[in-house]
């Protein structure tokens, strides 16, 4: 039987689950957190060492560590426990369009095939086995273009692509984001069977109830804000657009991305071993320039 532990990341409001088989004790992660302070650039690895706490106590062997996208909200674990553990990297094929983008926007020069940072690219329909259980890829593209979902014995792990009930949706601005293929992501998650249970990656309540990390689909359905059934892909596109429009900068996009899409690795230590974040300037250089 397949057994889910949830981990939650107050920081980040980010959901992070234990998924393994009580029989032959296989394990996986998905979601992995680093705790980080921007501030101080302070990393510290207090989430994934209860994870790899909670698989010894348990007595399971970690086989994989799955990302449902490339994070721009909290930092990637997914180094950190491949190297306390046997397991492999599992992100979508997707992340090699995302490395791309990006690579231009921190002048990062592309002179290998980043995505050999992963252990395991996957597919649309592809499968990895837990124990006797199998656990299937579905591309769910729309908050990013790397996005999948993971569904394994009546649990779907959505990542972004849905957020509780009276949360809605997650936004669909960022490069590679497009709004109609979130609605048309989340109908193939709305048309598995009414019990099967959604795992979002992230939750943040409003004051008037308790951090929620999972739903049934028929609730989903019946009641998302954003994607309920009397909501047609027109209504939705319209109002995710107005709504991303409305919305800043994540907090920790920049650490995240410079992190989370090269193997969720720490830069490479400069001249006196220290490790440094980018941040690229927006600024007007006609203005900045001496006349
Ligand atoms: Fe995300």
Known sequence: MIKVEPFYDKNTGTGSYVVYDDTSRAALIIDAVLNFDVASG????????QQLQ????????????????AHADHLSAAAYLRQHSKARTVISQGIGEVQQQFSRRFNKPVTEDQTLLYDILVHDGDTLM???????????????????SYLIEGN??????????????????FPGGDAHQLYQSIQKIHALPDETRIWVCHDYPPPNRK???????KTSRNENIHVNQSMSEADFVTLRTQRDATLNVPRLLYPALQVNLWGALLPEKEAG???FIKIPLIVDEDSYATQ
């Not at 909670?54 to 996208?69: G, N």
């Not at 951090?211 to 689909?217: E, F, G, S, W």
Request: hydrophobic letters at 40%; one cysteine or more; aromatic letters at 8%.
């Open 211 to 217: 951090v929620q990390l999972n739903t049934l689909v």
């Open 42 to 49: 302070r990393l510290e690895f207090a989430l994934a060492n």
């Open 54 to 69: 909670f698989i010894e106590a348990q007595k399971l062997h970690l086989d994989y560590i799955c990302e449902t996208h």
């Open 273 to 275: 071993g220290q490790r």
């Open 156 to 173: 779907i792990f959505v990542g972004d692509t849905l957020f509780m009930p009276d949360i809605g949706t997650a936004r669909c601005d």
């Open 130 to 148: 837990l124990g006797k259980h199998t656990l299937t890829v579905m591309t769910t593209p729309g908050h990013t273009p790397d996005s999948v």
